[in-house]
């Protein structure tokens, strides 16, 4: 069939595919005279995303998003973990949301599906989009990257995130902003894949730390293990833990 690209409602296929994402038209400053003229529109397709997004996802029980690498393969240990991840969120009762993309997505989104609980996947316009992912069953596909993160920490009561490339760093790092700047309620961030994650712990001990730029209670906001079981409890209680706070005000 040839190359596709999904676009909000639109899927483009073939010579139908422009040369950018809806992103890079939105956020390109060489095109200053299109400000006046097309951002008004773009507006309201953003608040359309929004209100797309707000609609569908308002019903979800509790959530727990889950990232990682879209290359990793179905046989990598990443893609092992996170299909057992999916399931025990399941069996826990949360609904799983991913990027509803191949790799490590799709075997978080494959677990839960497998064990009887709900799995969402948020996609996203990309040059290389493959699609959402056959374990999906609520899908919804974003051109604008900053309405779907809002999606993924709006609906989340826990981020856990495994082994993944340039898009899964972002990912962590915005939500230990997040929490660490109070912009949302604090909930657990869990690495899983200890070996992967433990030079980037320990550049952040040794140069982030130690220069001054974070302190120790911000180390605090991020939990590690390799324990599936480990990684659920560590969401479990931390919603125990807010539903009494929210009790005793």
């Known amino acids: 069939m040839g190359a596709e690209r999904h676009r909000g409602a639109v899927t483009l296929r073939r010579e139908s595919i422009p040369p950018s994402t809806a992103d890079e038209k939105l956020l390109d400053s060489h095109h200053r005279g299109e400000w006046k003229t097309k951002d008004a529109w773009r507006a309201l397709r ?70 009887g609980g709900m799995s969402v996947g948020l996609g996203i316009e990309l040059p290389f989009e493959q699609g959402l992912n056959d374990w999906v069953d609520i899908g919804i596909d974003f051109r604008y990257f900053f309405v779907r993160k809002t999606m993924f920490v709006k609906y989340a009561q826990a981020f856990v995130v495994l082994p993944g490339g340039y898009g899964t760093l972002d990912e962590l790092f915005e939500a230990i902003t997040l ?55 560590i969401i479990v209680d931390a919603d125990a833990a807010l539903a009494e706070a929210n009790g005793n005000r």
């Open 46 to 115: 953003i608040l359309s995303e929004f209100v797309e997004g707000f609609d569908t996802l308002a019903d979800l029980p509790p959530a727990v998003s889950v990232f990682g690498s879209a290359r990793s393969t179905p046989d990598s240990p990443e893609c092992e973990l996170a299909a057992d991840l999916g399931a025990a969120l399941a069996e826990a009762g949360y609904a799983v949301i991913t990027g509803g993309g191949p790799g490590v997505m799709e075997a978080a989104n494959r677990g839960a599906t497998e064990a």
């Open 179 to 233: 929490v660490q700047t109070k912009k949302v309620t604090r909930f657990p961030v869990i690495l899983m894949g200890v070996d992967y994650w433990t030079g980037l712990l320990e550049w952040i001990k040794s140069t982030l730390l130690k220069g001054g730029k974070i302190s120790e209670a911000d180390l605090e906001l991020i939990q590690v293990t390799d324990d599936v079981d480990e990684a659920v409890q």
